[in-house]
């Protein structure tokens, strides 16, 4: 069993940078590809970013790659993203996700979520 708990989210303008963070709970944190998905009002949940078990491999979506970084932390049982050159359409609710890499990074519904965390970018 894995407990997620997301923060760092707010208010910025475009342009802007934020760092969202993930604290996991559990011993197996370790055991699964961590990751994020978001949320838009009126939009279907998309994957933003996964990063692999030991944190050597990364995975972005095309829309925030180059923008945003995923990183984790096994010792520390947490995962960070962080978010640069923030637009507009990266307003949602974001959410950490732990699962198996192909449910993470295929979009499909990874095992374990956080309450989300809501982003929002004026312009």
């Known amino acids: 069993q894995v407990q997620l708990a997301e923060s760092g989210g707010g208010l910025v303008q475009a342009g802007g940078s934020l760092r969202l963070s993930c604290a996991a709970s559990?011993?197996?944190?370790?055991?699964?590809?961590m990751g994020w998905f978001r949320q838009a009002p009126g939009k279907e949940r998309e994957f933003v970013a996964a990063?692999?078990?030991?944190?050597?491999?990364?995975y972005y979506a095309d829309s925030v790659k180059g923008r945003f970084i995923i990183s984790r932390d096994n010792a520390k049982n947490t995962g960070n993203l962080q978010m640069n050159m923030l637009k507009p359409e990266d307003t949602a609710i974001y959410y950490c996700?732990?699962?198996?890499?192909?449910?993470?990074?295929?979009?499909?519904?990874?095992?374990?979520w956080g309450q989300g965390t809501q982003v929002t970018v004026s312009s």
């Open positions: 990063v692999s078990r030991g944190g050597g491999t990364t």
């Open positions: 559990g011993r197996t944190f370790s055991l699964y590809t």
């Open positions: 996700v732990a699962g198996d890499w192909g449910t993470v990074v295929g979009a499909k519904t990874p095992g374990y």
